[in-house]
Structures are given as C-alpha cells and as structure tokens.
C-alpha cells in the first residue's frame, strides 16, 4: 500500500502520525505494531512537553530514551509517535486547554478519557496499535473504558519510570492501552517482570458501587459466564472515603514533585488544573498522617475482599459511560470525585488493574457508549491477570 500522508491532528498527535503504510518489517514479537508514546517519556533528541507550552519552553531535547519505550522499541514496536496528554497528566478528562480535545470516536459527544488521551484516542482510531502510557489515578483505566479498549495498569514499581516526567511518584505507573488481548499480552511480554506460577481460585468477587447495584446482574452475566462470582457490595460512604485518601496523598506527592517549579514560573494552566495545584499547595503533614493510616485500613480490607490475594476481584471501571462534553464545572467536579472512588482501589494498594471493552451503557442518558469491566489482581499478579483476562477475549 503506497503511503498517504494525512493531516495531523494535534489534539492527538504532538509529533509523528497520522501516516498509512504498509507495516514496517523488523524484527521481535512486536514487529508492525504501531508505537504512540504520550508525552511524558522521553525520547531522544525530542523535548516532553507533558502537555503544558510553558513546561515545554523549559525543557531541552531528551537525551535518551526512556527504558520502557526502549524496551518495546527493541521488541520490534514502530514509533509512531509522541500524543498528548492533559497537563502534567493532572486531570481523567482528556481536554487540554493548549491543544484541544481529540475526538472520542466511540461516541463523539462525550469525553475521550484522560490523562493518556492521545495515546487512547490514536488506537481507538486505528492509528497506532499500542498506546503507552501513565496510570497514577486512572489515566490507562479510564480512556480504555471510555473508547471500548483494552488497558492495564500495571503493579506500581513493575515497571520502572525512568525517563519519564512524574505526577505523583508514589504512584505513578506505566501502563498502556491497545484494541485486542493479543497485543496487550505482546507488550507484557516486553515490560512486565517473569509471572509467579501460582493460580487464581477459581471463585472472583464482584464489587459493586452502592450507585451501580440495579446493574450488578448484568456485571454478574457478563463475568459469571466464565466464573463463579460472589458479590461485594460497596457503599457510596466508603467509596468516597477512598477516593478522598487516595486524593489527599496524591496530592502531597505531587506538590512535592512540582510544587517548586509551579511556585516559580505561574505556568498558564487550565482553570480546573490550575485549582487542583493549588489545593495541593494547602495539604499538611498531618492531612497525609491520617490519609496513610486509612490506607492501611482500606488494603486491609482489599485482602479481605479477596482472600489475601488469592481471589480475582471485578468491578466496573468506571460509574458508566464517559461523561458528555456539554458537563462541565461542578457537576463534572463532582462526577470526577465519584469516579475517582473507584480508581482509587487499584492505586492505594499499588495494584493492578486490567480494563476490558466488555460493555456498552444501556441506560437512560448512557448512549449505548462504551463501558468498561476490570479485573483486579493484588500487587505483583500483572501477568496472571492478563491470562485470566484471555477468556473474555471477543
């Protein structure tokens, strides 16, 4: 096939791609997949941007690449190119004010999922096959259930980010997002440590949000095929219990990431993003003392949810389908809140989290939209969730 040069779309692309042609010929497990890389990682001789022109302006050209490009690279993967990302990865919306909003082309009236928006939204097109990524409070899970694809984050520390410009360090992931199973075991492969040996029980238990039970029986028939399924409800009250631990120590650590550089130079930040920072700003140690000590107690309960790891867990990724592009202010503040009680799982107890395009929202208001189910593995099962995930291939 000869090679048709498209335009750009810049809310997705930073540099490289669109491009059709016929597949590059190298070599390695992961030769013809399409590469898209979000500009937080570097790759040399490119400036990263993460998402923000004043950041941008600051930065010299990367001198190496980072380890897990490199590694996907050398496993045969074809750079396609480097995507945009909401600022700093701060925000789950995929809108960045400097460069726009890519087109969700699942649903085209509602939010295309952030922070890995052009990763997501340049596989979700057919324009890359591998969407590398961060996950530090939902930035893989929730593109992926947004636009009907597959994306794990990965156990925090499975992957190293070296290379790579940091939210919340404590936990920051590297994930990734692609269209099918095959190529989402293809790039565990190339990044994720060797599997243990040990197998899942064969019972799951589904969690279900308090606001979600008049759908647990279609989570339920959509798993249960395949798996005895024992149910967990989760109250709203816990939930945002969780969602508000895991802000308050995100917030922290990103304050201590950035909080100079942000002092200094008064970046221009979206108004949304910009309020966020500034609410890190005001956290204190003690805010942190008492948001780590709920950690402790919400793992504790997460072991017990799944017999001290021994069980899967499921749950909705997200609280339906992606919110619409007309939601904006506090309502989109609160839905974020919401949202970010079920992200929070995964991130306080550093484990990973497998987003499968298992559902569409079939609800009133819900668009037949994509909609995401996850499987959730304790820390260290990354590769035994991938196998698992192989049954509910379509």
Known sequence: MSDVIER???SVWVKGAPE?????????????????????FDIEGEITGAGNPDWAA?????????PAVQALLDAGADLAGKTQTDEFAYS???????????????APERLPGGSSSG???????????????????????????YNGLWGLRPTHGAIGCDGLVPLAPCFDTVGWLCRDHDTLAGVADALLPRPHHEAFDSVMTLLVPEALAGEASRFHQTLGARQDLLVQSLSNQWLAHLGRTFRVLQGRDIWRAHGAWMTREQPRLAPDIEARFQWCATLTDSDEQVALKARAEIINALRTFSDDGAQLLALPTAPGASPLLSL????LEAYREHLMGMTALAGLWGAPQLSMPLLTDNRQGGGHAPWGVSLLGAPGQDRRLVARARAYRA
């Open 92 to 106: 789950l919306n995929g809108a960045n004010m400097h460069y726009g909003t890519p087109v969700n082309p699942k």
């Open 8 to 10: 750009v779309d810049r």
């Open 20 to 40: 059709r042609r016929a597949a590059v010929m190298g070599r390695g497990p992961l030769a013809g997949r399409r590469l898209a890389v979000k500009d937080l």
């Open 328 to 331: 904006t202010g506090q309502p």
């Open 119 to 145: 990763s997501a939204i340049a596989v979700a097109r057919g324009e890359a096959d591998i969407g590398l990524g961060t996950d530090t409070g939902g930035s893989i899970r929730i593109p992926a259930s």
């Open 58 to 66: 600051a930065q010299r050209p990367a001198q190496r690449t980072a």
